[in-house]
Each structure stands twice: as structure tokens, then as C-alpha cells.
């Protein structure tokens, strides 16, 4: 969006379809980071989990040496999610959890946390290793920042969510990002002086640190008023509630811009919870309901262009 808008002038309001109906009014802060911990040792060769931030992961490996398969296989004992086997460098833990948007951690189970169990169940790290291990087995065990000291919430839009995602081994450190997503009306300020100073005494080194605050319209807004009426009618809803957004749009990159659709709200979900939605496997959109949206968007412009050109 900051490319587009270089290049082109941003429109006086624009619908972002990139939600389900009504409409988006508001969408919650997000918080990049990026954590190391420092002391890893030789006999952790490799780790690996997620693959995007957004989303819970459903995979995670590691490889350690210094130890056999048979061994680790009995430690383990009927350990669920976990599977071992050989490798050249030693042994290989194959972790699986059930992903889920990061927005919605509740549910979840992340492959992350599944592998550190596993590591320290199966005493294969040492030392400062295994420091490091049970820190990150702690920090992927909660996904409302009570770790880091961050855990807040409000009426609008819940709680605060920190749920670490994607973990990768450089040299003598584990890199650590986590998804944190903050509610609309949260102290930004407090939250990114208190995210540093609990990392630290946590033993995290902070690489990164961004804020990509939240933003809201007000209900009573005439373009959200209409923007919430036309898909109550033209879906035949009349109680569909408008929407704070738990994950981000592009709507937050451009002046005066909602999320609006695609998804309507009854859709069926073929695959059930486990895939199929948002950030999860096979995710699709399915063609009775792309055109049911688009009788939505058609009425939805119509309906707000006069009171656009009057603002």
C-alpha cells in the first residue's frame, strides 16, 4: 500500500475485501518482534518451526546429536504429537500440532511447543541448551503475554495475544518471532516500553521491534451505518453484528478504508475447523457465495457513493 500510494491517489473511501459482512469498523494493534537466545550449544544441529507468523504452526522439527533413536524412543514412551528417527547428524524430532489463524490461538495446538516438550522430555540438550529449551517451551505454553508481561484486554476487542510461531536456529542462537496482536483501546505506550524491559529479564535479546497501531470508525459513521444496513438486506440477515477485526487489512494502509466481506456469514465450512479457513491448509472460497458478495458490493456502492461525494 505505501508503493500504491506513491504512485496513485488513494480513493475518498475504499472496501477492502478482505473480512466477512457487515463490516470491519475497527481492527486490533499488532506488535512485530523478533527474540534470540543466545547459548546454543553444537548437539542442537538444527530447529525448525512455522513457516508464517500468522498462523499457529502445524509442523516443527529439530535434529540433535549425541544421542540414538531407541533410546530417545524410550524416554518419549507414548508421548502424543512426536516421532523420532535416524538422521546423519543424529536424531530427528518431528513434532505436529493443528494450526489455526494466530488471532484464534485458543484451540490451537502448536507444533512448537509439542517439539520443546518433547527435547526436554527426552533429556537430550545440556547445559545452557536446555535453559534455552525450557524457555521457549514456556513461552510457546501461553498465547496472552503473560510471560511478557503484556496481558491486557478490553470490551471492544478482547484480549491481547502472543503466540510464538516461528523459531529457527543461527549459529549459537535461537531466533524467536512470536504474533502479538493487541486490543483496539490498549496502552500502545506501555506496551512497547514493557515488552523490552521483560524480555530482557526473561534472558530474550530484542532484534526487532515495531508498532502497527489499531484504528476504528465510529458506529454512527454514515458510510459504516450503510456499509452495516446493505448486507443485513441483501443477505437477508438482520442481525449480523459489525466487526473488530482480530487479524489486519490493507484497510489500516489507506485513508478512510473498512474491511467489507468477502465472506458471508453463514458459510458452510466444507472441511469442517481443522482447514480450509484462513492461513489454513487447503484454504478456499467457494462460488455460490463469491456471488452472493458480489450482489452485496454492487448495492454497497451504489448506496454509499452520494454519501461519499457529500463528505
Not at 548437539?43 to 549425541?66: K, M, Q
Not at 511447543?113 to 545452557?128: F, W
Not at 501461553?142 to 484480549?159: A, N, Q, R, T, V
Request: aromatic share 8%.
Amino acid at each position: 500500500m505505501p508503493e500504491f500510494l506513491k504512485r496513485e491517489k488513494a480513493p475518498k473511501w475504499s472496501l477492502v475485501p478482505d473480512s466477512k459482512f457487515p463490516v470491519g469498523y475497527a481492527e486490533i494493534g499488532f506488535i512485530h518482534a523478533e527474540f534470540a537466545i543466545a547459548g546454543i550449544g553444537e548437539e542442537l544441529v538444527d530447529i525448525h518451526g512455522g513457516e508464517a507468523t500468522n498462523s499457529v504452526p502445524d509442523r516443527a522439527y529439530a535434529v540433535v546429536s549425541g544421542c540414538k533413536v531407541d533410546e530417545v524412543r524410550a524416554k518419549l514412551g507414548d508421548m502424543e504429537r512426536i516421532t523420532v528417527e535416524e538422521d546423519p547428524q543424529g536424531v530427528r524430532f518431528l513434532a505436529t500440532g493443528n494450526s489455526q489463524h494466530a488471532s484464534r490461538p485458543e484451540g490451537a495446538v502448536n507444533a512448537n511447543n509439542v517439539l520443546a516438550k518433547a527435547l526436554l522430555k527426552a533429556q537430550v540438550l545440556h547445559g545452557e541448551t536446555q535453559k534455552a529449551m525450557e524457555l521457549f517451551e514456556k513461552l510457546t505454553s501461553h498465547h496472552y503475554g503473560e510471560d511478557l508481561g503484556i496481558s491486557c484486554e478490553d470490551e471492544m476487542s478482547g484480549k491481547l495475544t502472543c503466540v510464538f510461531t516461528w523459531v529457527r536456529k543461527e549459529g549459537e542462537k535461537l531466533i524467536l518471532k512470536p504474533d502479538i496482536r493487541y486490543p483496539v483501546t490498549a496502552d500502545q505506550a506501555f506496551l512497547m516500553e514493557t515488552l523490552p524491559q521483560n524480555a530482557k529479564k526473561l534472558g530474550l535479546e530484542l532484534l526487532e521491534l515495531d508498532n502497527n497501531p489499531a484504528f476504528s470508525f465510529p458506529l454512527d459513521h454514515p458510510v459504516v451505518e450503510k456499509l452495516i444496513e446493505v448486507p443485513r438486506e441483501v443477505l437477508g440477515m438482520p442481525d449480523i453484528p459489525p466487526i473488530v477485526l482480530a487479524g489486519g487489512t490493507y484497510a489500516r494502509r489507506l485513508p478512510n478504508a473498512v474491511s467489507f466481506g468477502v465472506t458471508v456469514p453463514d458459510r458452510v465450512r466444507l472441511f469442517g475447523f481443522e482447514k480450509g479457513g484462513a492461513h489454513q491448509a487447503d484454504e478456499y472460497g467457494d462460488i455460490p457465495n463469491l456471488m452472493r458478495s458480489i450482489k452485496v458490493y454492487v448495492r454497497a456502492l451504489i448506496e454509499i457513493d452520494d454519501i461519499v461525494a457529500a463528505l
